[in-house]
């Protein structure tokens, strides 16, 4: 079982950065790949960034590729979303979530945190 609690969001201009961070507790934590989505309001959720357990491999969505960078410091259970030249269209709720395997699906991942909202004003 895992725990995560996001924290880090809040109302930023476009163009500015956003740190975003994921506290985990729970056993075994360094076994699992960690991912973030975010859900607009009206939108499905959906997939940001994932990195695997050793924090060696990242995987972005397309529309943040180059903006965002996704980390993670296993001996401290956390782990990062670096959110850089936001835009408008990246308001959402941004959720972290862990799985077994790195995947950019939804059903992937086993626990979620509750979100943390991320509001970029034009």
């Known amino acids: 079982q895992v725990q995560l609690v996001e924290s880090g969001g809040g109302l930023v201009q476009a163009g500015g950065s956003l740190r975003l961070s994921c506290a985990a507790s729970?056993?075994?934590?360094?076994?699992?790949?960690m991912g973030w989505f975010r859900q607009a309001p009206g939108k499905e959720r959906e997939f940001v960034a994932a990195?695997?357990?050793?924090?060696?491999?990242?995987y972005y969505a397309d529309s943040v590729k180059g903006r965002f960078t996704i980390s993670r410091d296993n001996a401290k259970n956390m782990v990062y979303l670096q959110m850089n030249s936001l835009k408008p269209e990246d308001t959402a709720v941004y959720c972290c979530?862990?799985?077994?395997?790195?995947?950019?699906?939804?059903?992937?991942?086993?626990?979620w945190g509750q979100g943390t909202q991320v509001t970029v004003s034009s």
């Open positions: 979530a862990a799985g077994s395997v790195v995947t950019v699906t939804v059903v992937g991942y086993d626990y």
């Open positions: 990195i695997s357990w050793s924090g060696g491999s990242g």
């Open positions: 729970g056993r075994s934590f360094s076994s699992y790949s």
